[in-house]
């Protein structure tokens, strides 16, 4: 059973679980709109709430459009809650299952976008702790986000956080879980620097901003479409079908 919540959000629609959190699609109704509702199992303990609030409040502090935004927190006898901006909810690993990853031309401004924002939420003292594919959302009407913020941490270090996101990109612009490929060996235009910048995130060997400032500076070259051919060929074998078929006309008559 759901925490009981303020009675301004109402919950619509359960999406799943983040590992111990519970996930649902909700309405705020004292601001008419859609919010996302995360909330940790009853069965948490106290110790657990503590760390997820300290999670998810870290978030709060900031407003970066790379963030996914986060309203409101608080605790109940039984559970810890967030309340999140709702962006779609399309994970890079949703995107991916379904043979997508970020679009080529839109990979750079969001990779190094989601980097800067990063730096800014390690700048502010957050710590994320489980970055992964699941963890970044992207949709067509949003720029790419941070969030599931609150999970348990597998780590708790910033230069890791650091390298999962490079590795999270690395998967999101080349298909594949294969931590041998990289961009520029898959996408045409991308060149051999961005592989070098992302190499050396998930090496550790850059903090967030650093990456954020080697991606940005990534040139792009998007290829161009492949030339329509001429048809002027066609045009003459019409013309000539047409004049041909006024000739035998013309003879028939």
Avoid at 105 to 110: A, D, I, R, S, T
Avoid at 157 to 165: C, I, N, V
């Amino acid at each position: 059973m759901p925490p009981r919540l303020p009675e301004r959000y109402r919950l619509n629609i359960r999406l799943g679980s983040d590992g111990d959190i519970e996930e649902w699609l909700a309405q705020d109704e004292t601001l008419d709109r859609p919010v996302l509702i995360r909330y940790l199992a009853p069965e948490s303990t106290t110790d657990r709430h503590d760390s997820f609030l300290e999670g998810v409040r870290s978030a709060a502090a900031l407003t970066e459009i790379h963030l996914q935004r986060v309203f409101a927190a608080g605790e109940t006898t039984a559970s810890a809650y967030s309340v999140s901006e709702w962006d779609g909810g399309v994970t890079i690993g949703d995107r991916l299952r379904v043979g997508e990853g970020l679009p080529v031309n839109e990979f750079l401004p969001n990779a190094s976008g989601l980097c800067l924002a990063l730096a800014k939420f390690h700048e502010a003292g957050g710590i994320h702790g489980a970055i992964d594919v699941s963890a970044v959302h992207f949709s067509a009407a949003h720029p790419a986000k941070i969030g599931a913020f609150g999970r348990q941490r597998r780590w708790s270090d910033q230069t890791e956080d650091t390298m999962a996101l490079a590795e999270v990109l690395r998967t999101a612009i080349t298909g594949t879980e294969d931590r041998t490929v990289f961009p520029s060996q898959v996408v045409d235009g991308l060149p051999p620097s961005a592989d070098d910048a992302l190499r050396a995130g998930i090496a550790g060997e850059m903090d967030a901003r650093s990456l954020a400032a080697a991606l940005a500076t990534v040139p792009y070259d998007e290829p161009e479409e492949a030339a329509a051919p001429t048809h002027w060929r066609a045009f003459a074998l019409i013309a000539g079908i047409v004049l041909l078929i006024s000739l035998i006309g013309a003879v028939g008559l």
